[in-house]
């Protein structure tokens, strides 16, 4: 049974850091797309980064793109998401997802393409 378990988020003020971790459990292959998601209510959940564990190709929407940086230590089956200069839009409930195959169709970042999903942890940056 597939578990992911995010942990790392909170409050922080507009310019400031966070680092979110996604361990995960249970995960069939060693070499599987992860990534992180986030959705404010009402809104649709949308991708905000995506690795791929076996080669570590990565690949970021683009209003986080040198801000966030995703990594992954592989041992230990944990992905994070080192988030800096946070915004007040960056406001979200952050999700973590994982798939062995995912099915490309023109974006990694697309949530359809995710079978398995965490239960989110809250970030909310203030101005």
């Known amino acids: 049974q597939v578990r992911l378990v995010e942990s790392g988020g909170g409050s922080v003020q507009a310019g400031g850091s966070l680092r979110l971790s996604c361990a995960a459990s249970?995960?069939?292959?060693?070499?599987?797309?992860m990534g992180w998601f986030r959705q404010v209510p009402g809104k649709r959940r949308e991708g905000v980064a995506i690795?791929?564990?076996?080669?570590?190709?990565?690949y970021y929407a683009g209003p986080v793109k040198g801000r966030f940086t995703i990594s992954r230590d592989n041992a230990e089956n944990t992905l994070y998401l080192q988030m800096n200069s946070l915004q007040p839009e960056d406001t979200a409930m952050y999700y973590c997802?994982?798939?062995?195959?995912?099915?490309?169709?023109?974006?990694?970042?697309?949530?359809?393409?995710?079978?398995?999903w965490g239960q989110g942890t809250q970030v909310t940056v203030s101005s």
């Open positions: 249970g995960v069939p292959y060693s070499n599987y797309y």
């Open positions: 690795i791929y564990f076996g080669l570590g190709d990565t």
């Open positions: 997802a994982a798939d062995p195959r995912p099915k490309y169709g023109g974006s990694w970042l697309e949530p359809d393409l995710y079978a398995y």
